[in-house]
């Protein structure tokens, strides 16, 4: 019998330019994620990300949030499309809105976001600028599973970005953002690979030994 995963199923949800939806699908066509997007979801119909998604003649979809008189509502049509689709994995990868407790409950384990800060400091919005008020000497980016709080669910994979002297917010985001795109189809591969599993809020990662624990930080096993 061979080891080989077969091929999981991801949704991409995304609300701008889509540079960490890019090396999803590079990283897929390689196939160092064992995987294939199925579809790209977006409530901006101007996203980067759909054009992108496009150019590699996958699904897209816009399901714009002003349609729906409430969170609820667009959730509910959010949910209801992804599940058409039969994904296995729904990766948020720049999707600027916040879910609802429904929607994380029903896709909890399979719902995973990426995130310009080392959580838990920094959740939230413009977390670069903030690292850099609060005089911290490294920040970084964070994949974690989505729980009912904001960018407060299990960390998969984290990678460390020191803050330089004459860093501004978009330096630092510059530089955080070329390690989210390692650490992003890390985490996604080994979720496809069947090797994360929950232990409280620690994400245990098999077949991982405690030496390659570095590669979380400067990841050498990532693309
Ligand atoms: C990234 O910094 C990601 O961490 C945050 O939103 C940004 C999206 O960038 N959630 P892109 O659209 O993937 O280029």
Sequence with gaps: MSNTPSPIKIAVLVSGSGSNLQTLIDQCQSGYIPGQIALVISNKADAYGLTRAKNHQIPTMVIDHTDFPNREAFDRALQEKIDQTQVD?????????????????????RLINIHPALLPAFPGLGVQQKAIDAGVRFSGATVHFVDEGVDT???????????????????????????????????VKLFAEKRLSLEGRRVRIKDFPNTENQALISPNEAP
């Design 153 to 187: 669910g299990p960390i998969i994979t984290q990678a460390v970005v020191p803050i330089q002297d004459d860093d501004d917010a978009k330096t630092l985001a510059t530089r955080i953002l070329q390690q989210e795109h390692k650490i992003y189809p890390l985490a």
């Design 89 to 109: 994995l729904i990766c948020l990868a720049g999707f600027m809105r916040i879910l609802t407790e429904g929607f994380v409950r029903h896709f909890k384990g």
